[in-house]
């Protein structure tokens, strides 16, 4: 067994324990409890995949997925249906749906919570130096796209999940898709997934938690300003207008 999946078992552990034996006192550890509680998926998920990498398991599945649909298939809907979490933030908060938080903090806690995410992923991709289903490279472990639309997903549902369930759980739908679609696309294996989908979980939940920079929002007190995402043909990006 690899040190990751010795890792990975230690640390699935020490969250089942935690969560079992944490006797609540006050507030501060209620909330400890229950972020540990909340953690119990993602890190059940980064372990799993973590333990089944490189196994015959995953290859024959994958082996198994692409000969069912054709070794030529290919769809890129991957490269655009993991931002649309984050499209569905930005209407929301346009058509005025109870959030959270204030659309910059929304935008702050985006940000933080991908910065992190895709800085893991990538450390991991380095160290691991797994191969891709279709052999073009060596950054097979884990999958980006996947920890993208996850940690998109998981911001949303933080925003919305009090006001607006359906909203909240709909980001999952299209973070899981761009996961599907990378195995389908021969990118990835399961693995690569499971443990992508962990990480931006396990991530967002964590900067939710601590609020970085909480009071940092200059913007909170402004109605003169609008911001929105903009989609023209294969283009897409921001609209941010203030007015003086």
């Given at each position: 067994?690899?040190?990751?999946k010795?890792?990975s ?24 409890k ?6 119990i998926?993602p890190?059940?998920l ?22 069912k649909?054709g ?6 809907i991957d ?11 930005y ?5 005025g749906v ?23 992923t990538?450390r991991l ?17 884990p999958?980006?796209h996947t920890?993208?639309?996850?940690t998109?997903?998981s911001?949303l ?8 369930p ?7 739908a299209f973070a ?15 693995s ?7 990480i ?13 920079f ?9 109605k ?11 283009k897409?990006?921001f609209?941010?207008?203030?007015k003086?």
């Open positions: 067994m690899t040190k990751l010795i890792f078992v230690i640390m699935l552990l020490l969250f089942n324990i935690w969560g079992a034996n944490s006797t609540p006192i006050d507030s501060t550890k209620i909330n400890t229950t972020f540990f509680k909340k953690s998926l890190a059940s980064i372990v799993v995949g973590s333990l089944i990498s490189n196994s015959k398991f995953e290859k024959t599945l994958q082996t198994d997925l692409r000969n649909i070794n030529d298939y290919e769809n890129k490269n655009y249906i993991v931002f649309a979490p984050i499209a569905e933030m209407l929301a908060d346009i058509l109870k959030s959270k938080n204030h659309w910059f903090d929304q935008s702050k806690y985006l940000f933080i919570s991908n910065l992190i995410s895709s800085t893991i990538y991709k380095v160290m691991t130096n797994k191969e891709r289903p279709s052999g073009g490279n060596n950054h097979s472990f999958s980006g920890t993208l639309g996850f998109n997903a911001v549902y933080q925003e919305f999940k009090d006001s607006s359906v909203l909240a759980y709909s980001g999952f899981t898709a761009t996961g599907g679609f990378r195995m389908l696309n021969n990118k990835h294996y399961i690569d997934v499971l443990v992508g989908a962990g931006g979980i396990l991530v967002t939940e964590l900067v939710y938690y601590i609020e970085p909480k009071r940092f929002n200059p913007f909170k007190k402004s003169n300003i609008s911001f929105s995402p903009v989609f023209i043909e294969d897409y990006g609209y941010f207008s203030c003086f």
